[in-house]
C-alpha cells in the first residue's frame, strides 16, 4: 500500500484550473473530474471493483477453513479424534466463541485451534463490511455486499468438490489420513491469499493511494461526503474516543437488529451441516460432497440478482423476508418425507434462505450511514451479537436428531418467522422516522434530506 501524499490542493489546482490561478477553493478543486465526472466515477468503481474483488477470494478461504471439519467428517474425522456424544456440535461452537487450522493430535487440541481460529478471525467480516461502506455509496452497496458474502456460498459449494477430491485420493499420502491433508491444502491456500491481501486490498479514500489518479482520489471522498446525511456533519467531524462505540451502545436499533441477525443465522445453521444433511441420502461420502455443490451454486446466483434487485428498487425488507419464506418452504419439504429425490430438492430451497442474509447487512449498512464512527460500531456489534446464534445452533442439529432432523428444521422454521417480524417491525420504524423527516422539511421550507432505505 502507497504512503505517496497527493499533489498539493493548491498545485493541484494551478495544473487543472483555466487561468492556472493558485489558492482555488474547494469547489473550483473539484472542476476537473466534475466537468467530465461520469468518465473519471466509471474509471474509480473499475479499478474499486476489481482490487475490493480480492476480498471476495479471502472470503471464499475464511469460510471454508471454518467449514472444512463438516467434510472431514464424512471420512473418519470423528472415529479418528475419538469423538463422541455432541462433541462435534461443541467443535462447531467453538469457533464462534473466540471467532490455526493444522494437524489436530486430539478433540481436546483441535477444540483449542478452533477456537483461536475464531478469536483472529473474528474483526475479517465486520471490518469488511466497513471497508465497503467507505467506498461504495448507499445505492451501490447491495451488490458489493453479494459479492462479498457470495464467497460463502462458493466456499459451500467448491470446497465440497475440492474435499471429495482430497478425502479420495490423498488418503494415506505420506501416512497422513484424508481429512489430515485436506487442512493442510485449505490451510496452505489460506496463508497464499492473506499474504497477497496485503498489496492489494485498499485502504481507505482519505490514504493516499498509488493505484488512484489524483481526479480519481478526489472523486473517492466527494461521494462519500455527497452520500452522507444533508446537513450531517458526523460524516466529516474527527471523532473523540470512544464516541462512535458509546452511541451504537445506546441506540435500541443496534440491539433489534443484533437479535434478528442472530436468529437468522440460527435459521441457516444447516449450512454448518449440509455436508451431513446430503449424506442422509444414502450414498458415499464422495458423492454426498459432490451433491452438496449444485445448491450453493443456486444459491450463489440468486444472491446476484436479489441485491442488484434491492438495490434498484430501494427495498430491502421484502428482499430478505422473500428468500427466508422460500427457506421455511425448504424446511417444511425436508420435514414430510425422507424421499431421496425430494429432500435434496429441498436443499436447494433452503439456500435460498442465505440470500436475505446479503441484504440484511446491506440494510445495517444503510441504517447507520451518517455516522462513519457509530457505523463501523454497529457493524462490529450487531455481528458479534449474530455470533451467539452460531454458537447456540451448533447444538440444534445432534445426530440423535437425524437423519430426518424434524427438530432441528422446525428450530430454523421458527427462528426464520421472528426474525421476518422483527425485520417488518424495524421497517415501520424506518417508515415512521422517514414521514417525520419530510414533515419537518415541508413546514420548515427545507430541501429533502436523508431517508431511511426500507
Known amino acids: 500500500m502507497s504512503y505517496r501524499p497527493l499533489p498539493d490542493a493548491d498545485n493541484y489546482a494551478d495544473n487543472y484550473s483555466p487561468d492556472g490561478a493558485s489558492g482555488s477553493s474547494s469547489d473550483d478543486l473539484l472542476l476537473p473530474y466534475e466537468q467530465n465526472r461520469l468518465f473519471v466515477e466509471k474509471a474509480l468503481l473499475r ?23 463438516a467434510a472431514a467428517r464424512l471420512r473418519g474425522f470423528e472415529e479418528d479424534l475419538n469423538m463422541t456424544g455432541n462433541q462435534f456440535n461443541t467443535l462447531i461452537s467453538i469457533l464462534y466463541v473466540g471467532y490455526l487450522l493444522m494437524q489436530a493430535p486430539s478433540y481436546r487440541a483441535i477444540l483449542i485451534l478452533r477456537f483461536l481460529l475464531g478469536f483472529v478471525e473474528a474483526a475479517f467480516f465486520p ?47 505420506l501416512g497422513f489420513t484424508a481429512w489430515r491433508w485436506l487442512f493442510f491444502v485449505e490451510g496452505t491456500l489460506t496463508i497464499v491469499v492473506a499474504v497477497s491481501a496485503i498489496w492489494i486490498l485498499p485502504d481507505f479514500p482519505s490514504t493516499p493511494s498509488a493505484w488512484l489518479l489524483p481526479d480519481e482520489q478526489i472523486l473517492a471522498r466527494r461521494r462519500m461526503e455527497e452520500d452522507a446525511a444533508a446537513g450531517n456533519e458526523d460524516e466529516d467531524k474527527p471523532t473523540e474516543g470512544f464516541s462512535g462505540l458509546s452511541e451504537a451502545l445506546v441506540d435500541w436499533r443496534v440491539w433489534w437488529l443484533g437479535v434478528a441477525l442472530s436468529l437468522m443465522i440460527v435459521s441457516l445453521s444447516f449450512g454448518n451441516f449440509f455436508p451431513t444433511l446430503s449424506a442422509t441420502m444414502g450414498y458415499n461420502a464422495t458423492i454426498s460432497l459432490l451433491l452438496c455443490a449444485p445448491p450453493w451454486i443456486v444459491g450463489t446466483a440468486t444472491s446476484f440478482f ?82 451467539f446464534g452460531n454458537v447456540g445452533s451448533s447444538y440444534f442439529w445432534p445426530s440423535s436428531w437425524g437423519p430426518s432432523y424434524v427438530n432441528s428444521y422446525l428450530i430454523c422454521i421458527l427462528t426464520s418467522v421472528i426474525c421476518i417480524a422483527m425485520c417488518w417491525t424495524f421497517r415501520m420504524h424506518l417508515s415512521r422516522c422517514n414521514e417525520t423527516a419530510e414533515a419537518d422539511e415541508q413546514a420548515l421550507g427545507l430541501p429533502k434530506g436523508f431517508r431511511y432505505i426500507l
Not at 474499486?48 to 472444512?68: A, T
Not at 462479498?148 to 490423498?170: E, M, P, Q, R, Y
Request: hydrophobic residues 55%.
Open 127 to 173: 471490518g469488511a463490511v466497513f471497508l465497503l461502506s467507505r467506498w461504495y455509496k448507499r445505492n451501490e452497496l447491495g451488490l458489493r455486499t453479494a459479492l462479498l458474502t457470495c464467497g460463502s456460498s462458493v466456499s459451500n459449494a467448491f470446497s465440497a468438490l475440492i474435499a471429495s477430491g482430497i478425502l479420495a485420493g490423498l488418503d494415506g499420502i
Open 47 to 69: 479499478k474499486l471493483d476489481l482490487r475490493v474483488g480480492f476480498l471476495v477470494l479471502v472470503y471464499i478461504m475464511n469460510y471454508m477453513d471454518r467449514n472444512n471439519v
Open 306 to 387: 436479489v441485491a442488484r434487485h434491492s438495490d434498484a428498487t430501494g427495498d430491502r425488507f421484502w428482499h430478505i423476508a422473500g428468500p427466508l419464506l422460500v427457506g421455511i418452504v425448504g424446511f417444511m419439504i425436508a420435514i414430510s418425507t425422507m424421499n431421496t429425490v425430494i429432500r435434496y430438492l429441498s436443499l436447494f430451497f433452503m439456500t435460498q434462505a442465505s440470500v436475505a442474509y446479503v441484504v440484511f447487512l446491506t440494510w445495517v449498512l444503510n441504517t447507520f450511514s451518517q455516522s462513519r464512527s457509530k457505523r463501523a460500531a454497529a457493524i462490529a456489534l450487531i455481528n458479534s451479537m449474530a455470533s
